[in-house]
C-alpha cells in the first residue's frame, strides 16, 4: 500500500490548487479515503473523506464549501480540490485510507489510519 501526494504550492489567499494521491497496491474505490493536514505546531486533523460504500463525502466545518473530495477511479487517484484558500489552510496535506469516516452533529470524525505516506506542503500568502 503506497499513497503520494502532491499538488501543493505557495498560492495567495483566495487562489485554489488541486492536490492529488496516487495509490497503488490497492483500488481507491474499495476504501475510504480521506485528506489530513497538519499546520507547524499543531497536531494532524482530518479535512475531508470520502466513503466507498456510497460515495457519500464529509468535511470538516473549517473548509465546508471551499474544499471538494472525489476519486478518478480509472486513474486510481484521490483529489482535493481548494478553492478560495484562507492563510489558516497552510500546512502539510496528507491522504490516507481512513475507515472511520463520519459526520455527525460533533463534526467530522476521520481515522484509524493503518499508514501514512508522504505529504505536500500547502502554503497560503496574503
Known amino acids: 500500500v503506497q499513497l503520494q501526494a502532491s499538488g501543493g504550492g505557495l498560492v495567495q489567499a483566495g487562489g485554489s490548487l488541486r492536490l492529488s494521491c496516487a495509490a497503488s497496491g490497492f483500488k481507491v474505490d474499495l476504501y475510504n479515503m480521506g485528506w489530513f493536514r497538519q499546520a507547524p505546531g499543531e497536531q494532524r486533523e482530518g479535512v475531508s473523506c470520502?466513503?466507498?460504500?456510497?460515495?457519500?463525502?464529509y468535511y470538516d466545518d473549517s473548509v465546508k464549501g471551499r474544499f471538494t473530495i472525489f476519486t478518478d477511479n480509472a486513474k486510481n487517484t484521490l483529489y482535493l480540490e481548494m478553492n478560495n484558500l484562507k492563510l489558516e489552510d497552510t500546512a502539510v496535506y496528507y491522504c490516507?485510507?481512513?475507515?472511520?469516516?463520519?459526520?455527525?452533529?460533533?463534526?467530522?470524525?476521520?481515522?484509524?489510519?493503518?499508514?501514512w505516506g508522504k505529504g505536500t506542503l500547502v502554503t497560503v500568502s496574503s
Open positions: 490516507a485510507r481512513t475507515p472511520i469516516c463520519v459526520y455527525s452533529e460533533f463534526g467530522l470524525f476521520v481515522g484509524g489510519v493503518e499508514s
Open positions: 470520502i466513503k466507498s460504500s456510497e460515495g457519500a463525502t
